[in-house]
């Protein structure tokens, strides 16, 4: 079982910037994915962005370069760095750890994100 811990949101402008981090703990397998997701009021959870276990990344085409996917496998971390954010990425962001031998993909709790014009 992993368990995933978020922090790092909060209320910023747009076009400041924003730092998320997701933790991972427990059973980690040693190949892996983790990607962030997030989840506007009354709409369907979407894909921001992945960093796969290649250290290749990816990105929804709304992200247009502002933010930035990394990872730090000796924390098993994953960061989002958010820069220029816009009213419209205020959501709740959701961390997903992903793996073959996984009985099942992992969620995190969330970390909500607010952008004000």
């Known amino acids: 079982h992993v368990q995933l811990v978020e922090s790092g949101g909060g209320s910023v402008q747009a076009g400041g910037s924003l730092r998320l981090s997701c933790v991972a703990s427990g059973l980690i397998a040693e190949n892996y994915d983790m990607s962030w997701h997030r989840q506007a009021p009354g709409k369907e959870r979407e894909f921001v962005a992945v960093?796969?276990?290649?250290?290749?990344?990816s990105y929804a085409d709304f992200v247009n370069g502002r933010f930035t996917i990394t990872r730090e496998n000796s924390k098993d971390t994953v960061y989002l760095q958010m820069n220029s954010p816009k009213p419209e990425d205020t959501a709740m962001y959701y961390c997903k750890f992903f793996c073959i031998t996984c009985p099942q993909p992992y969620w995190g709790q969330g970390t909500q994100v607010t952008v004000s014009s």
């Open positions: 960093a796969f276990n290649d250290a290749t990344t």
